[in-house]
């Protein structure tokens, strides 16, 4: 147990430390000032290049997207992910310890090895496809639907809505992504900046309130006039679970068949199935999945 105590204590204290250093200091892979950078460069795209030209610059839900912005991706590390990470990581080092066995045991490839540019796209590649994966689970298990229906309670989509998302979320992401980054091997931290910044610039632009679908490039790259199908509330025939899942790219839909562009969806009416019966307010929609858990079970 004091090993654990030791992993809660470094995690807070050193990501404490980190959260402070990305505030205080500039550089170009700070996260801190980064999400800010792009989430203004692709606001400002909604201004200039509105798809649906009624929708208000501030529209529904803007300032409380733009907290779940921050929250997620800083306050919620410092409160629970971090510590979970790392706690998560020993167990598993632990568990394989059991055994005779250690972690480096299950690379197959060091993408260090590799040419850069090959690395960086395997490492794209896997990180998204992994995901791809996470996210049709998200859909399909009710446990996980229950907390992933904060992400499609948004009725009018906006890029601040692509981190609009339940705390559990990431926690299922990053367990899940565990075991294939640890067979394709470890990254340096500016390769990690490079595709994280990739794909958070990608999700704010699938969110934003833009009419784009890149051409011919749709059938590689999640666009906006793709996923706002995803969040469309009336689900197409054959279709229980959702469509169009993908998170950075959209080619895994298009091999797996689980793409559905029917027409220019700008208009399409958003969210789900009941979500009149979703919490408007952030603490009820926080503890919405253990209230409907508990309201089954009574």
């Known amino acids: 147990m004091h090993k654990y105590f030791t992993i809660f204590k470094d995690s807070y204290y050193g990501y404490f430390n980190y959260l402070w250093s990305e505030i205080t200091t500039f550089h170009w892979e ?17 201004i200039l290049f509105p798809w649906r030209k009624n929708q ?21 590390n410092l409160i629970v992910l971090i ?5 998560t990581a020993q167990l598993f080092n632990d568990f394989l ?31 998204d496809f992994v995901q791809w994966n ?16 904060l992400h499609h309670s948004v009725t009018e989509m906006g890029f601040a809505a692509h981190l609009r998302y339940h705390w559990m979320e990431p926690i299922v992401y990053k367990s899940i992504l565990y075991i294939p980054l640890a067979i394709i091997g470890g990254f340096d931290v500016e390769a990690v900046a490079i595709v994280h910044f990739s794909a958070l610039t990608i999700g704010h632009l699938n969110h934003a309130n833009l009419g784009w679908d890149y051409g011919i490039l749709k059938y590689i790259f999640n666009n ?15 279709t229980e679970y959702g469509i169009n899942y993908g998170i950075s790219l959209s080619v ?27 919490p408007l307010e952030f603490t009820d929609q926080i503890i919405y999945p253990v209230k409907k858990k508990r309201s089954k079970s009574a």
């Open 30 to 46: 700070n996260y801190f000032y980064g999400l800010i950078v792009v989430s203004l460069l692709v606001w400002g795209l909604e």
């Open 56 to 76: 208000k610059i501030f529209r529904k839900d803007f300032w409380l997207d733009t907290f779940y912005m921050f929250f997620n991706f800083f306050l919620l």
């Open 83 to 87: 510590f979970l990470s790392n706690a």
């Open 97 to 127: 310890g059991l055994i005779n066995l250690q972690l480096s045991d299950f690379q197959i490839v060091n993408l260090n090895a590799l040419p850069y540019g090959l690395g960086l796209l395997v490492f794209f590649l896997v990180t």
């Open 134 to 149: 996470t996210h049709i689970l998200l859909h399909r298990v009710p446990f996980l639907w229950n907390f992933h229906k």
């Open 224 to 238: 906006p006039k793709m996923h706002i199908w995803h969040h469309v509330k009336e689900l197409p025939e054959n």
């Open 252 to 278: 895994w839909d298009y091999i797996f068949n689980t793409h559905h562009v029917p027409y220019d969806g700008r208009d399409i009416e958003l969210g789900f199935e009941d979500d009149h019966e979703f």
